[in-house]
């Protein structure tokens, strides 16, 4: 597992577009609530296409879930990972990573090994990191 090989004293890092959680995103990995869903309806019909009922990320033509997101876009040099929508992307999408055990599901490249060595403290970490993009998420840690 990748994580045996991260340098043991650097901590987490930042997000680096790596798109793993966005790669697990489809097959109705992913939920959004009645009022995105409802302010999709009206600004961005070209998003809501792709609603069905309270499914998100489902394919017009079939019904099924898109086996991924749809909105997951590689650069030019397929270096990285982003967000076609990224300004009008899901709540679930703007609040991960939640928790440590989310990243390690998902492989999430901010882990660092010394990260697994002290869970609370990560958790307090990664609480700081995603301060002005949710609310926190340590009290479980
Ligand atoms: S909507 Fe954007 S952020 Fe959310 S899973 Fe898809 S590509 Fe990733
Ligand atoms: S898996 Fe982690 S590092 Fe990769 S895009 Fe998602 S949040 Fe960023």
Not at 94 to 114: F, K, S
Request: aromatic share 10%; charged share 30%.
């Amino acid at each position: 597992m990748g994580a045996l090989f991260f340098p043991l004293f650097s901590s987490m890092k930042l997000c680096n577009s790596c798109g793993k959680c966005c790669e697990k995103a489809g097959n109705g990995g992913l939920s959004a609530s009645a009022e995105e869903i409802d302010w999709w309806e009206i600004h961005r019909p070209d998003i809501f296409r792709y609603v069905d009922g309270n499914r998100i990320w489902v394919d017009p033509e079939t019904s099924e879930y898109f086996p991924r997101c749809p909105w997951l876009r590689s650069s030019d040099d397929s270096s990285s990972l982003s967000c076609d929508i990224y300004h009008d992307r899901p709540e679930e999408c703007r609040h991960y990573p939640i928790d440590i055990d989310q990243m390690l599901r998902d492989e999430c490249e901010m882990l660092e090994r010394r990260d697994l060595l002290d869970l609370k403290r990560a958790q307090r970490k990664l609480d700081q990191i995603m301060i002005d993009s949710r609310p926190l998420a340590g009290d479980g840690y």
